[in-house]
């Protein structure tokens, strides 16, 4: 009996503690279970634990006899915890099954809303190339969708058959002028930044990597505002950078696609326009991309911070 002459005494009540404990984290689990907090492989392994700690509860009641005195008198409480144990079998496998489903129905979901934000940081890069132009680019216009006209151009250089109508050697930043299509052009690269980040979050959003694509996204947006404070500043420092901006945007996007279509890359991604990167440095990057194994988005931001990171 728990309540005795004596009252309770403080192994029994350090053993109703342990118990309530017990349950309450039991309930916790369960929750978090239900609400996919855990991965698969946890999953699988608190179900396994739970197939031991049931045998083990059998084995010491029959045929080892251990703790069949304790069973015994102590019926109630050990059918609570034989059959709370064998439905944590049969229900923690089946998490694990639907958790490891889920998982790969992000992956998949994720990895084609980050092949789609790679077209918004092409457009972004084709459109800082032109802030050194002397002129406004033929193409440039002011008034609708943010970069609309970048598209024409990207098809044309994927192509190979795009050629600049603006030729002349880019200027100096004692030759630039503070002209308010250059700002437009900043100003259009913003919101196209922002477009991606709205237009794919609900894709992206479900898994880790693509939260952590949206937090890089939101960084560029903080290094294009930046570089339209400085546009136009006559120390040069603009200069700067754009060339640490671009190079930034070009290693983002090779890494982002391959991340996201390893087996079937576009090609020739780095090659659209002229960049800040030599060809030997494009090599060398995209073999450094390529080492990742698998590829995955931590390992690409870890990669860009260290090869070009956006802040000085």
């Not at 009252?7 to 118990?19: D, F, H, I, K, N």
């Not at 058959?161 to 100003?187: L, M, T």
Request: glycine share 6%; charged share 20%.
């Amino acid at each position: 009996m728990f309540f005795r002459e004596g009252g309770v005494t403080t192994t029994q009540l350090l053993a109703g503690l342990c118990v309530l404990a017990s349950a309450t984290l039991y309930f916790f689990a369960v929750r978090s279970a239900r609400r996919r907090v855990w991965s698969a492989r946890v999953l699988v392994v608190l179900s396994a634990v739970s197939g031991i700690a049931l045998i083990a509860m059998v084995l010491t009641d029959w045929p080892g006899e251990l703790l069949a005195r304790f069973w015994a008198d102590h019926s109630i409480f050990a059918t609570v915890v034989s059959s709370l144990l064998l439905i944590s079998v049969g229900y923690l496998a089946f998490e694990a099954g639907e958790s490891a489903e889920q998982a790969k129905l992000n992956r998949s979901v994720t990895s084609a809303g980050l092949s789609g934000m790679v077209d918004h940081l092409i457009d972004v890069d084709i459109a800082q190339s032109m802030i050194t132009c002397r002129h406004v680019p033929n193409e440039f216009e002011a008034e609708g969708k943010p970069l609309r006209w970048i598209r024409p151009i990207r098809e044309e250089l994927q192509r190979g058959s795009y050629q600049a109508a603006d030729d002349e050697q880019s200027p100096s930043s004692e030759q630039i002028e503070p002209a308010a299509w250059r700002h437009d052009i900043v100003d259009q690269s913003v919101r196209r930044i922002i477009a991606g980040m709205r237009d794919w979050a609900a894709l992206v959003a479900v898994s880790g990597d693509g939260r952590l694509v949206l937090k890089r996204f939101g960084e560029v947006r903080l290094a294009l505002l930046q570089l339209q404070s400085e546009l136009g500043s006559r120390n040069g420092g603009w200069q700067d950078t754009l060339h640490r901006l671009r190079a930034h945007l070009q290693l983002f996007a090779v890494g982002l696609e391959r991340v996201s279509s390893p087996r079937h890359r576009r090609q020739g991604l780095t090659n659209l326009i002229p960049g800040p990167f030599s060809a030997k440095e494009i090599d060398t990057n995209i073999r450094e991309i390529d080492a990742m194994a698998p590829p995955n988005v931590s390992q690409l931001v870890s990669l860009l911070d260290k090869l070009v990171p956006l802040a000085p």
